[in-house]
């Protein structure tokens, strides 16, 4: 289980992040939500070690990961699928799953079938250029290099965004089949109300860099979660 606990952020002399905490569970997706601008992103960074945090404790299966680099917080098992994807451009789509490979010993630097079951899409365009895939594709082929590095914890933020709605469904079949096998914990930063609330498990709100609501999903009627998200 990965546990962030009285996080704090700032960018210079602004604090972004004021004593923010969540749990995400194994076989579980925990999404954060909440308007523009309220620390939904600089949340994610903080974890996946891409941006330093002042203060807090984040763990991950009890082991503390206190303020590691990108690279130690990968190692660690913390996937991380930044928004606008990232994908390497002049790099094909083999080339960039491949750079999944440096968490792993060299004994698993291959590319496992079910990374081309999950995404068909990407088998077929195995020799094609990053940077000439549609938004959707080169999403897709984030989320798979993420899964290369066989992660504990996955973290999305806004998978969802300039991306066609078949492409939007695909996503969100994918993203329930990994909660279902029950192996990753998986956290989804994502503005698409109705893709959040159809797919999370447990619910966190930040309202000012602040943890408005935090409760099982079950918990929260859907008209309840549209009013404190935008507040």
Do not use: W
Request: proline content about 5%.
């Amino acid at each position: 289980m990965l546990s962030v606990e009285n996080l704090t952020l700032h960018y210079g002399a602004s604090q972004i992040l004021h004593g923010v905490s969540l749990t995400a569970r194994p076989g579980a997706v925990t999404a954060v939500m909440g308007t523009n601008g309220v620390g939904k992103t600089s949340l994610l960074k903080a974890i996946a070690g891409r941006h330093p945090y002042s203060g807090g404790h984040i763990t991950l299966d009890g082991a503390v990961l206190d303020h590691l680099s990108a690279a130690q917080a990968a190692r660690a098992g913390i996937g991380y699928v930044p928004q606008g994807r990232e994908v390497f451009p002049l790099l094909t789509v083999t080339e960039n799953l491949e750079t999944g490979f440096a968490c792993l010993p060299k004994s698993d630097h291959r590319i496992p079938s079910r990374i081309y079951d999950l995404f068909p899409v990407l088998d077929q365009m195995k020799d094609r250029r990053g940077g000439d895939l549609s938004g959707g594709q080169q999403q897709q082929l984030a989320i798979a290099r993420a899964l290369i590095a066989k992660p504990r914890v996955l973290l999305l933020d806004e998978p969802t965004e300039g991306i066609q709605p078949n492409i939007i469904k695909q996503i969100g079949e994918v993203i329930g089949l990994l909660r279902d096998e029950g192996e990753i914990a998986i956290v989804l930063v994502e503005q698409y109300f109705d893709f959040a609330y159809g797919l999370a498990d447990d619910l966190v709100v930040l309202n000012r860099g602040e943890v408005r609501l935090s409760e099982p999903a079950a918990m929260v009627e859907r008209d309840r979660l549209l009013r404190e998200v935008s507040i």
